[in-house]
């Protein structure tokens, strides 16, 4: 990918990501207003289960990119065709057992929550993990077309896809909430528009793209695809349950209201982790290309930290900006009376600050066949994350479950993965932090403007978005004057011909 081309790629997902993320901003505290508390703690709490049950991808998702750039390099059209035909074959079983799975789930919901919920709560939260359920199995078939388009850097139709999908969500539920329709009702609209994503998807690789299938069983091909993508599978573990167990325990633990507010928590979490993995799903063919045609450790160790760097200024920005203004923000923002929202999402996503300016790491790991380390490392710390959220969830609530979180991603994801980093990986983990730190000097206006603008916030809409902009303007200013390099500025400021 040329520099003009990462360019407008880099300037199309993140705006792509800003406007799924204000639409999301603005329909998240309409629908706790018109579902209420309760119903849309019993909506994230059906959602959240579900989502568990992704697991049952096993990883093969993650896996086409390696194997598809391995068979592009030897210009071998018919093992790319075999390649579509077998991930087509194992998601389309994988969608079967998810219904499986998730009908069991569901015809089990009393025994699980009846501790904490009323008849009714029950009722309804059967029947949206049973609509959640169809709306996983259907999601399942768009990772192959997905991968497929992302194997050939088509991220302009992804995007536009997206912003789509994003402002069917609200089109189509807002008239059926205020027409008091429920939780149901969002649950439906949201399977509808998996299946219409699904379908524009698959439109667009068999006629656009010209994508093919062979539909043959090569059983060394797939006992590759299955070694490679175990550990992709631990890896899938352990993220759902760092971002989904917490909501889970607290459905059992403390009830549906508790649930709602670690979700509006969570929520910024969950646009946190959008926003990291947007330059990194850009760049990932990249890192695929360079391992597979050099093994200078050098040259992946500048192209990590040339990733950090930019990840660094888009994700620094959002960390501190929330950091002005979060608290009033949420506070507002949820119509929920407490501050426990906000140190939620604050606890969350402290350590992902980190771990996102390192995420292009995750694709050279795999590039490098060398996963296996993080898969099992992350497994292992997703096991403590849930030995340590139970007894705090049930001290703490929310927050408890949120602190048992950041405290496991702080010790594996941070520290023991950096290590990692230096002595098998091959990056030199110290190059990169002395290029991070070069930051530092750019940091200390929009430090100094956080402690002022903390102190004279005043907790209304107008102060929150004046504030911000103010922020915003100091911040770009001093990143630019002070933070970056040379190549940097003249990448932001050259025009295309």
Request: aromatic residues 14%; glycine residues 6%.
């Amino acid at each position: 990918m040329k520099a003009s081309n990462l360019k407008s790629g880099f300037i199309l997902s993140y705006a792509a990501i800003f406007i799924q993320s204000v639409i999301s901003i603005m329909y998240t505290p309409v629908m706790i207003r018109l579902l209420g508390q309760t119903d849309y703690g019993l909506l994230q709490l059906a959602v959240s289960t579900v989502s568990n049950l992704g697991i049952l991808s096993f990883g093969f998702g993650s896996s086409y990119l390696r194997f598809y750039s391995k068979y592009k390099a030897s210009d071998d059209a018919r093992a790319i065709s075999a390649l579509n035909g077998m991930f087509a074959v194992i998601f389309t079983a994988v969608a079967v057992i998810s219904l499986i799975a998730g009908g069991i789930v569901t015809f089990n919901t009393d025994l699980i929550f009846s501790n904490t919920m009323s008849a009714g709560e029950l009722s309804t939260l059967k029947i949206l993990l049973g609509i959640m359920t169809v709306n996983l199995a259907v999601s399942f078939p768009c990772t192959v077309f997905d991968s497929y388009i992302m194997s050939q850097e088509r991220f302009s139709f992804q995007k536009a896809l997206t912003i789509v999908t994003s402002l069917l969500n609200p089109m189509l539920t807002f008239p059926l909430l205020i027409a008091g329709k429920g939780p149901v009702s969002a649950a439906v609209c949201t399977t509808v528009i998996t299946a219409v994503r699904l379908i524009a998807s698959m439109v667009f690789c068999l006629k656009r793209l010209k994508m093919t299938f062979i539909f043959t069983f090569d059983k060394s091909v797939f006992k590759q695809l299955f070694v490679f993508s175990f550990f992709v599978f631990l890896n899938i573990i352990s993220d759902q349950i760092n971002w989904n167990v917490d909501k889970t325990l607290l459905g059992i633990i403390k009830g549906s209201e508790s649930v709602a507010v670690y979700s509006v928590g969570s929520q910024f979490n969950s646009y946190f982790l959008t926003f990291s993995y947007a330059l990194s799903s850009l760049l990932s063919p990249r890192a695929y290309s360079l391992v597979s045609k050099t093994k200078n450790d050098r040259l992946i160790t500048k192209f990590f930290a040339e990733f950090g760097r930019w990840q660094f200024i888009v994700m620094g920005y959002i960390f501190m900006i929330f950091l002005a203004v979060g608290k009033p923000f949420m506070r507002l923002w949820s119509g929920i009376d407490s501050d426990i929202p906000y140190y939620t999402a604050l606890l969350l996503i402290s350590p992902l600050l980190i771990t996102s300016i390192q995420s292009i790491g995750i694709e050279i790991q795999r590039a490098k066949d060398m996963h296996r380390f993080r898969s099992v490392l992350y497994i292992m710390t997703a096991g403590i994350n849930i030995a340590l959220s139970i007894p705090l969830c049930v001290k703490y609530g929310a927050l408890g479950c949120a602190a048992g979180t950041c405290a496991v991603l702080i010790i594996g994801n941070i520290i023991i993965m950096n290590v990692y980093y230096h002595k098998r990986v091959g990056i030199n983990i110290f190059y990169f932090w002395r290029e991070i730190f070069k930051f530092i000097p750019s940091l200390v206006l929009p430090a100094a403007s956080i402690i002022l603008i903390r102190h004279f916030i005043w907790e209304n809409f107008l102060s929150v978005i004046v504030c911000g902009i103010v922020f915003s303007i100091i911040y770009a200013g001093s990143v630019f004057l002070f933070g970056l390099n040379g190549s940097e500025r003249k990448l932001i400021t050259k025009r295309k011909n």
